[in-house]
């Protein structure tokens, strides 16, 4: 019987696909455009770049990470925020699709996984994983087991409210830690008074000012993009004292697209979270460390749940 | 072999001790003063009770709840606010005076763990409790389990900071949770501008006012005090809004002694809670039940830990 | 000499004129549409406006107000908002147009002048008053005398910051009173959770809902409606206790469009205005009371500002 | 006869008094021990100060700044805060001892009238002062004249709210200015979380930890220090935006005992004030800069009021 197990990450804008091993090493690999919103036409995207994936290597298992809410039966999507799919019996249908075993499971939640199994957790047995990106998602393992909730939508760390009454969301609240502390906030924090220094980057218009320009500012020194890196990394520093104080993890992983600017981004996270976490000095402190598989997190983790 | 356990709950004043069996009943209990600070005094009194109760009922293990961070290993107390126990092998110390096996757990959670088993959260496989008394303290189960944490402090929910920069907390921080939402908050604030029917029922005197004489009032009508209990309430319905993103429980229970005023401050948090959870509409949402054990909780929960 | 001046009241989509004497009394009026942003269009409008009112009585000079900054000189336009001004001379420009002697002051300092002069202030020396519309407004008398400040731009009430990181503004900062407290917050609130009732009553579409909607509502006893009045009504008097820590007024004066609730506004902003001034109880407490003249006050107080 | 005037500072500790001509010279000076809060012997020690000055040097009128809300008369005290004056005839009384005429003034008011009329504030007509010592205090000249409000209490610029629900005042309130931007706040701040060099300075122990040594480690390169510093500073550059959007001064002057910290200081509330000031780009823009009169400003203010 094969050990290889197939993860498929279903993002945004591309539809990425593996065959990963049972250690976590990634045989072949594949992707493809998302047809956007059409739900149907996402489903049978998957289906056929896991039959070409199976092509070359036999697997017995799917897993899908997609991002929405994926109820108990690690099947059915309740709700999806960029794609019409409203209780759709996913799992299902791309089992029909494909023949094959298929575990669904929220795409922030199977990076976390990922991370944990043959990542930057490798060694702990709870792990809080912050994502870091567009938005801020996370994903928790507690004890050695995913923390996925009653209704399988647990780890929406972003939609913490850091500031009563604050910025909106996207969610429809008001003062989300995700309004604070994602590459979103990063540039918009930017665009309001850029430096002169970073206007010029950006050509002189503020539109064009985008996280990696910032991140390379940074990187070169500019102050005003060092400073904002520093704003949203103490958000997120304050955002993780508080979870920590829920969750007690053993190691906190920083990923997504922003963690690229490295400790211009973690350092910030790292001394709001010393100053912040409620018992400080009398309990052992996990640390904050970046992730290790960047984006064939999601792919990896989906691999090895469909394992299980 | 006797399926019947001791629970103890080392309280700031008394220390609790109860025989229960496998159906959470309660077959014999008593309770003797705590010896206050004294660290070795307290372990005497805990091992004097436990052998009292064994005097009728014969069990094998003992669990024990008590204030302060709790070791992995189950035994050793980190840390405690108000015994001098430092990294205290309580655990240890108990099974030699008493002769039996002997699980320590951290109070909140034995409680938590006790309306999971025995009390409110029969039904569920997730539950969050949260326990509104002199602070705010919680306990979470997961998929079953107690969540620990790496280091055996999960569930500081009361240290979930909800206002930057606001109210310090005992804790050394600013803005927790458990500055807005505790009875210590309710009975602050209501001194602060007691109205003229409140303040009459002190006798006059603003710090005669308690959390029991606002809950009697506002019982009574008086609609300051049903306003002083709302705002708390709204305050709980607020983390809880947190920490639901964050943990996805099935059932959110409230208990601790301010739990008696019962929906005067039960809808408060209903409402604030449906108004700020992220993605409602979109998931199934956990319903907010009041405790069903009251202060026995903790020595059930304690005393089930310890069958294990 | 004539003891009649006139009063110009320009809008964002009405410009509005009267004939005033030394009581307040309006002997005439007339209004225009405003021919929006075009800048030399505007003046041209006004000056024709004048000359019809001029027509029938005799005046010796004319005051303007309108929104914007407006220099030392009482005639130059810093900044419009809403019309292309920059550095414009207003004033003169009326001035050579008309023949006449020309004032220019802000709008919302014009109202609160001819609130003060012959509206709800007439008593007092010292008086704040605030403009609660689509945005938030204020004007200060102080001794008996416009408090203009050194650059004709004082206050600006409605950009207080009451919510650091709050929700964003449309001058470019965040978490402003206006934000918070205006008639679009009170419509931007009810829309994001409508009650049933509410949303039957603007016909089942959230986009309906507006602020003359939510007021008859609340009028007739609708819970949701009254609490939304509330709602901001307790931003008010939250920004108005700050307001009076500084300004120290005789009395509050609050006009606008949203006063048109009368106490079902004005009793939330007393009742948090009295729990939140600095020093109550050993100083006497400003009244706050509703404007008196509608929305000629604008042009009743540029009138004055004239005669002076 | 004389162009002379005396001005008298009320402080908690000292009382001190000097005589000063028309151009703000101080040509004799004297101070005593305060006698406490004993109110009738301060108004003695008051009267023996105001003829021991008036042994050398011939005067009309006494000024007189003392803490507290000062009546509309100019010579009620309605409340101080540390002695035990409630509507107390302050300026009749010390008129009886002294056969002089006598002008009660708020003492922030007197300080903020002393520089506007022979210091930093020459050169304007309309500035704001802040003081910023153990508390913030402010005072206002709007149009060449002292802004004193309806009922002399005008000018409370440190409880001016900024965080809502934030941290306690001791003026009862929560989230007062006071609380983030004062002397008190540096130190408090300080020594939550002092750094290793700090604390080294302060010879171990926290409760060591002052303002001035704070500055004197600023000063030193300390970045800790320099952070503390900043801290304080961008609330009161928040505040000061607040302020200047109602107020629009032609200057800001900041006083009090943590100016010395100078542009350590200044910095800070200039760029926070740059960033937030609401309308910035469209007006003209206060400079800020430090008292030049330091402690004396009071008593040359109080001096330069007696004389009008």
């Not at 790292?270 to 400080?280: C, M, Q, S, Y």
Request: proline fraction near 4%; charged fraction near 20%; hydrophobic fraction near 45%.
């Amino acid at each position: 019987m094969s050990t290889l197990t197939c993860g498929i990450d279903i993002g945004g804008t591309k539809i990425a696909g593996a065959v990963v091993d049972a250690t976590g090493e990634v045989l072949a690999e594949a992707r493809v455009e998302s047809p956007a919103t059409d739900a149907q036409a996402v489903e049978t995207a998957v289906a056929s770049l896991v039959t070409r994936l199976a092509g070359d290597h036999s697997f017995g298992a799917v897993g899908v990470g997609a991002a929405g809410y994926v109820a108990a039966d690690r099947s059915t999507v309740l709700f999806a925020p960029n794609i019409a799919w409203r209780n759709e019996p996913l799992g299902d249908e791309l089992a029909r699709l494909t023949g094959l075993r298929v575990v669904v499971e929220n795409d922030a939640n199977a990076a976390a996984w990922g991370e944990f199994r043959h990542g930057a957790g490798r060694e702990v047995d709870d792990q809080l994983m912050i994502t870091v990106g567009t938005g801020v998602g996370g994903g928790v393992v507690s004890g050695g087991r995913l923390l996925r909730g009653a209704y399988g939508v647990a780890a929406e760390v972003g939609h913490l409210c850091v500031v009563p009454q604050g910025l909106p969301c996207g969610c429809g609240n008001l003062g989300c830690l995700e309004s604070y502390g994602s590459g979103t906030a990063l540039v918009r924090n930017a665009r309001r008074n850029p430096s002169p220094e970073l206007l010029a980057r950006a050509g002189g218009d503020p539109a064009a000012i985008t996280g990696p320009l910032i991140t390379r500012a940074a990187f070169d020194g500019d102050a005003f993009a060092i400073e904002q890196l520093a704003e949203i990394g103490r958000w997120l520093g304050h955002g993780i004292a508080s979870l920590v104080a829920v969750l007690d993890p053993g190691l906190v992983v920083i990923g997504g697209g922003v963690v690229e600017a490295g400790d211009l981004l973690l350092d910030p996270i790292r001394e709001a979270f010393d100053r912040e976490l409620t018992g400080r000095g009398y309990r052992p402190r996990a640390e904050i460390v970046p992730a290790l598989l960047g984006n064939r997190a999601g792919m990896i983790g989906a691999a090895d749940l469909a394992r299980e």
